[in-house]
């Protein structure tokens, strides 16, 4: 079995991975890297761009010695994911997205990034960021203690400099369509901040396996770890 390499979301680093950690890497060898300036990954002078951090984890993967892996990712980690297929589609065994999209941002949606970018490197991220995302994040607000302080562990130039990225991100449709691989899909039924549609459009154009998870919003590792692990562990398991 394929290692399995699994980056996280905007903007927490691979603690998110915590609740699931013991369970997946009882089956297989689980990579969760800390995404550039999240965690313990230093920001560096690189200019914002999805495809530095894509060329960062093919890096990590070199390193390791690992030639291929299943690849996934939450939310940015997805976008990840899908900037590491566009890069090195011969390193990725297979595809998981959780919770995650494949168009490009609309204007709007850009706009109000490059303005949270802004305001981040201004005046920092506490707590004026967490009281914005955390109502679309969690369905069930009972983690929103443990998101809060993860999220404001992250310094504001690296928040600035992943929304800047984001923001800059191609559409990555086509990319997904084209795929000639095994796929997952899982979204929370009850996401806030993407509809469950969004899911399913990534299962249509991989050809994928769709999971939704009832009551679930959008980081189902951390509201419900036994529901997420459930849905990936038999897809794993019968690559």
């Known amino acids: 079995m394929h290692p399995l390499m699994l980056f996280h979301a905007f903007p927490l680093d691979s603690r998110m991975w915590d609740g699931v950690r013991a369970e997946l890497s009882a089956h297989v060898h689980l990579i969760t890297p800390d995404q550039r300036g999240f965690g313990r990954a230093p920001l560096g002078s690189a200019e914002p761009s999805l495809e530095v951090v894509a060329a960062d984890m093919v890096a990590l993967l070199d390193t390791l010695g690992i030639e291929r892996a299943v690849v996934g990712g939450c939310s940015m980690g997805g976008y990840v994911a899908m900037a590491m297929l566009r890069a090195a589609p011969e390193r990725v065994a297979g595809l998981l997205l959780v919770d995650t999209k494949a168009p490009a941002d609309t204007p709007e949606a850009r706009t109000n990034r490059l303005a949270v970018a802004d305001r981040a490197e201004r005046e920092g ?21 443990l998101v809060r302080g993860w999220m404001e562990e992250q310094p504001g130039e690296s928040v600035a400099w992943a929304q800047r990225a984001m923001a800059a991100r191609p559409d990555s449709v086509e990319t997904l369509r084209a795929l000639d691989l095994n796929a997952l899909v899982v979204h929370g039924e009850a996401d806030g901040l993407m509809p469950a549609a969004l899911g399913e459009q990534l299962a249509e154009l991989t050809a994928g396996e769709l999971v939704v998870l009832p009551g679930v919003g959008h980081l189902p590792p951390i509201e419900s770890p036994k529901a997420f692990t459930a849905a990936v562990l038999p897809w794993l398991t019968a690559r």
Do not use: C, H, V
Request: glycine share 4%; aromatic share 4%; net charge negative.
């Open 125 to 145: 991220i506490a707590p004026w960021l967490a009281d914005t995302m955390l109502p679309n994040l969690l369905a069930d607000q009972s983690a929103a203690g």
